[in-house]
């Protein structure tokens, strides 16, 4: 690894100038894990665990960037980052890469303390979430990640059926671009509160008859789950971005029901495409 | 790697001999892909991807062993390595390698045509099958692993509320150690026949009214599934001892249930521990 | 899973109108395997598995699309569907699906025969490889994403140290936009061309010889390995746009260095940006 | 899910008798996510997040075990379970569940503050920790197990070669049952003192010389690997039992080469053989 560091006596071989003429877009370290700690709503703070990666962008004319400063950001900020500090993360590592644009993605667990339906006692839910920060021309834009487990339960398979319905756990991510605070404790609750019935770490037996039920009552297409929680994230005026995909782990196949919807409200006209080259 | 072939001008370090004393219970290759060809029950033949695991034992006073010859054995068999000849694989291996004891395991995608219930309209399931063979003191055992996904449907949940009743996917796992030829699709049929309903790649209308009913007709806790694949383990005098496994992936919470019975039909009285140290 | 397929005397709910006014971007299915058979450069075909995803776009005033077709599409090609055909498969796809526009991602491992470089000897390589089509505006697009093993081994780490230098295996993923026919192997060449080393499956003494010295003798950072493979892929008058990444999982920490250069030669002067929301 | 949990006015399926006339190994839940605190060598404490595994038998005349049980049990100890009372949750879990046996796996990242080893310079480098613990017969057993990444050179490629040698990142994977407390610490030790070479988070170029030519001057197959670490593991007298594995994911070729030693100390003659059935 290119990692060079000030010792005069040893040869700096990625300061080398490059005459390839290609700029590189990201370069830097990928899947590096460290402790973090994160606020959460309730008025807490979260000890967890993220996975890190950390790119710049690269001018054509410098052959190669300095890995370990990378990670010197992540040792020198005493094992812990909050979220109120990742913009000025992002900012220190493309002051101390000299770099003009730059990419952090911060993957980790996340939890929120849940009371059961009806008999109101308290359990975790763990929730995958990922901060994305990007710094080009020196504007900052974040978004959030968030992968929520929820039930589906078939509309299709209640309607044409004498009794009972395939539901299964569905997994709805979304990933919101903000131009403003919003708890991860927010996004959670606009998806949860389209599902057919949201998730629990702890259910007695009164709370299984309620989700049960409530899940029947509450049937939902893949279709639906991706529009009503599309309809949610409209409606929040700091989400400028957005994708919502849904993805159900169907109980009578073996693959998987999917949707995805996408939208930026910058540009409200512009006709989705892949991205991928 | 400590691939040394024959070649006379070249130090062979690997067969210097030994001195710590400690022999190697198991060393070779791990997670090498290779096409394979496998016969079905249906008469046909099957082409699949598998990847590959090969061991052998080492005696203390040997330095290494010979690891490209693991790599040999799969490329000399035209690419194509069937069932049938998976214990002659074995006494090859074990041969070429100069070995008292060796282990393949061979893991691979199965499918199996099924026909759906009402409509008859026919698909391929697709299963994940380890075959795992051991030479140990000149004795072959041969030992078949699958993954079986089905529908489970929770009695709980069903007696309890109104209408509805939580059901989900759940991986069904059965590794059983064979003395004589069994099909794959005949441990599938011991499976699947358990499950609140099997599962299906393709269904119509009819028949998802079908899986659905039937799964309402037929609830099963993780302990009623792992019981009654069991006991048609244990009536299966083909099958000398086995493990078996259900998963369920609860479409109410964000873990599994899970359940495990094990028994060695030749060692009855045995207590189960963990096999970890 | 709304699957409804013309059984008069059931509800077709997925067919009924939808007034949330809102289109998806994608809705089908995800993640199911099937056989497929691939033709190779060297005039064989290839019989392998693959995982398909197969969605479609869905206008607002549609509530639901006919899962159960896009399982029949695959079912119908008699388990085997080669690169050839791939768009006639995404055309009948959209046709069968009543649909404007649609995508499959087809992913699956690829083998190719390689020689040893001294002993000649030969054996197979493994290449996880990914088909992508796209129909949007009646336009086809073909994207192809090959991932490439290889060696890497560090400059830095060789100038500054008085004898060896660190070295691991590191991932290129270049996906490529064709405008034209390009084989599998064509691109891995440009690729392996570009490494420290290419990979075999079986190495004979001499040839490890000559991969230890040849790797030594070419260092490359990770900067430099995205930089000449996209030299290599802008060449290419059949590409029109191309992502590569290199990831080294180096062999002196416990995460990866990683880099990725992205251009579309269509729109030369586009200025790259994060795609997520 | 069979959660009942002493509502009266319900019926409380898993609580009828079963006449199958089969126990269960094990059954609970599985892979359910819980922040935990553990205690580290250097006497601060680390907070990390574990997926838990947690089962218990159940006789044959029982129809299911209590599941919500096991999630209470995580929830009531304030999100914090520590290593010195995971005998205490263990013995607390078998009394709830009114179990004769039970087993908690507890697997969570861990964080050791490692100083590079010319510079100085401190970084955190993370290892994959799993807490095995089981009681039978009244009796407790630990099994403590570490993914240790290293650094592997190849002895044949430095031998054979006229300079340089392939080398690349390795797991080393320690299981050992202790009849006295070990810290992880003690474990890493153990293991990273027999590798070519330890990881680090970060190295200055000073550093990265070190770690290039102690490498290269401390050659190991895989075969050294595992039994130097054997070696170790045999004196220390806490450590009863040991599964010591490493694979080495070769930069030159797309697989791994793998070897396992196992010994208890408690049956020194026991012949080993797989466990699968």
Redesign the interface.
């Known amino acids: 690894?290119?990692?060079?560091?000030g010792?005069a006596a040893?040869?700096?071989?990625?300061n080398y100038a490059?005459t390839?003429q290609?700029?590189?877009?990201?370069?830097?370290?990928?899947?590096?894990?460290?402790?973090v700690r994160v606020a959460d709503k309730s008025g807490g703070v979260?000890?967890?665990?993220a996975s890190f990666?950390m790119?710049v962008y690269?001018p054509h004319n410098f052959?190669?960037?300095h890995?370990?400063r990378f990670?010197?950001i992540?040792?020198t900020r005493e094992?812990e980052i909050s979220v109120e500090n990742f913009e000025s993360m992002m900012r220190q590592m493309v002051e101390r890469l000299e770099a003009e644009s730059g990419?952090i993605e911060m993957n980790f667990?996340y939890?929120i303390n849940k009371a059961a339906p009806v008999s109101g006692v308290?359990?975790?839910?763990?929730y995958d979430v990922t901060f994305?920060g990007?710094i080009?021309?020196g504007r900052y834009?974040h978004?959030t990640?968030i992968v929520v487990?929820v039930?589906s339960?078939?509309?299709?398979?209640k309607?044409?059926?004498?009794?009972?319905?395939?539901?299964?756990?569905s997994h709805v991510t979304v990933?919101?671009?903000t131009n403003g605070f919003l708890w991860i404790e927010d996004i959670v609750r606009m998806v949860e509160d389209q599902a057919s019935?949201e998730?629990?770490?702890?259910?007695?037996?009164?709370d299984?008859?309620y989700?049960?039920?409530r899940?029947?009552d509450n049937p939902k297409?893949?279709?639906d789950m991706?529009?009503?929680v599309?309809?949610a994230l409209e409606k929040e005026t700091k989400i400028?971005?957005?994708?919502v995909e849904s993805?159900?782990?169907?109980?009578?196949?073996?693959?998987?029901?999917?949707?995805?919807?996408?939208n930026?409200k910058t540009h409200p006209t512009q006709?989705?495409?892949?991205?991928?080259?």
């Open positions: 690894m290119n990692d060079c560091c010792v040893m040869p700096d071989v990625q490059d390839r290609l700029a590189i877009n990201k370069v830097g370290i990928k899947s590096i894990r460290h402790p979260q000890h967890t665990v990666n790119y690269l052959k190669g960037t890995m370990s990670v010197e992540l040792n094992r990419y667990p939890f308290q359990s975790l839910m763990d994305i990007a080009e021309n834009t978004t990640k487990p039930t339960l078939c509309p299709c398979s309607k044409i059926s004498d009794y009972g319905a395939h539901n299964q756990r990933s919101a671009r019935c998730l629990y770490g702890l259910l007695k037996r009164p299984e008859k989700v049960t039920e899940a029947y297409f893949v279709e991706v529009r009503d599309a309809a400028d971005a957005y994708v993805e159900n782990f169907e109980s009578i196949h073996n693959h998987s029901a999917y949707a995805l919807i996408e930026d006709i989705s495409s892949e991205g991928t080259a």
